[in-house]
DNA sequence: CGACATGTTGAGACACATCAAACTGAGTGG
DNA sequence: CCACTCAGTTTGATGTGTCTCAACATGTCG
């Protein structure tokens, strides 16, 4: 498969699954991909309780993960960008214990997780980039406890307003002035903060000159949030 | 190896690598291991920006995993216990991103990741494996984000206790009574509470005949801990 | 037995949640 | 094109859960 959609001609392959590939593996792992239509807003790709069929990578657009408590709150784990694979924590029970819903119109590349499986028996470096971004998630996670268990209101929203930044930048857009596709409400889910909270620290953010909101618009002004 | 420390005879092979393998996997996996003389209190099996060199697996004992902020602190990141593996955050640069410290006496089996590695080219369950318990520790994470969310500080002790006595019970041991081998401090770090308000909880749960608690030895009285 | 870490308990402070009300903007239908 | 709606956002007033500070009790280990 040699056209527009596949990997080598992807802007973020060098942060998904064929970092470091040789183009043999390249061309293998594009035969496996089924590209889909694209998901809009509230569109999902799973649901938790779902057999685990496929991995996914965003292609363009965003994804949230999240998980639902016994009665039935929302509890936003991640948000995901292009690039991003979703899915991994299916492995385990070879079910998803997830959701995973797109913010915005996005398109993905769907990685049937039996193919993949099968792929990494030829290729090491298949499996070995695959542990590498699970191991990776890890790490998130442990910073994320951190964020969560020692960060006040403020630094907890600069820190992700600098980690969303950091984020674009390693996909080549501007680290310093983005658009927010997920709300007001979805920022404090994933932050245990209240939206109001939320709201209140973007505007005090913004009169200490350390970034300009325009409703989505976000301009980061300073390198670093951080004091 | 045939000795009385081989996987074969480890109660809780079950829970750990050799999970569903064939006896010749087992005794594969045997040979790779070294088993390590005890790790004393405060001991640690590696430090941050320490090389990958081993997986750690506890046979006996508890282990802290925790990782320093910029500016110092420790963030505990889990507990550990007999069966668990330690050091997947560490596949993503080759390099520990955090600590692992033990609680107790205990002693472990390490688990050299090079050995590991040939080793799954040849067995996809162990590949599989160790998937599988990756994905399982995201899963545990997300819950661990939900936990710190939305839950209050009684929630959170509740839900912690709960937790650790069903991880006692998968083990053989007893899930309603056993002795905690971390300090108060340990679980305020961890929860994101004070060490005050961990105490005060502690001897609310007793007040209302949920737990008896005596120093370190914890009693779970009703079933769940819930409301 | 003394020394020092660990744990308990109380009083006051504060960061953030909750409640309430008004504002904005995007989409819809007449 | 304008009213209408409704989700999302902002801002203010008040409440509260947990932290902080402080003192004391207990346990542990040389």
Redo the contacts between chains.
């Keep these: 498969m040699q056209n527009q959609l596949c990997c080598q001609q992807c802007h973020f392959s060098q942060l998904c699954l064929p970092y470091s590939f040789e183009l043999k593996e390249i061309e293998k792992l594009d035969d496996i991909i089924v590209r889909k239509n694209p998901y809009h807003r509230r569109q999902r790709l799973f649901e938790a309780g779902q057999p685990l069929h496929s991995l996914y990578a965003v292609r363009s657009g965003s994804f949230k993960s999240f ?1 639902l ?1 016994e009665d039935g ?1 929302e ?1 936003i ?1 991640a948000f995901h960008l292009p690039g991003d694979v979703i899915g ?5 029970n070879k079910t998803h ?2 959701f995973a819903e797109a913010l915005e119109t996005s398109m993905v590349c769907e990685l049937p997780y039996s193919s993949l ?1 099968e792929l ?2 030829m290729f ?1 470096k298949l ?1 070995q980039q ?10 998130q ?6 964020v ?3 960060y006040t209101a403020n630094e907890r929203l600069s820190h992700f307003l600098a980690s969303l930044g950091h984020r674009f930048g390693d996909r080549g857009f501007s680290p310093t002035s983005f658009r927010l596709s997920m709300t007001r409400s979805e920022i404090g ?1 994933y ?2 903060l209240s939206i109001e909270t939320v709201s209140r620290i973007l505007t005090q953010l913004q009169k200490d000159g350390k970034i300009s909101v325009e409703g989505k618009l976000i301009n980061l002004l300073v390198p670093t949030l951080a004091d």
Excluded at 88 to 92: G, L, M, Q, R
Excluded at 141 to 146: D, G, I, K, S, T
Aim: aromatic share 2%; net charge negative; glycine share 8%.
């Design positions: 998980i408590s709150q509890q784990t991994f924590d299916a492995i385990h214990p997830s499986d990494g028996e090491p499996r695959l542990s590498r971004t699970m191991s990776g998630m890890l790490c996670n442990q910073e994320a406890l951190m969560l268990n020692k889910n932050l245990g």
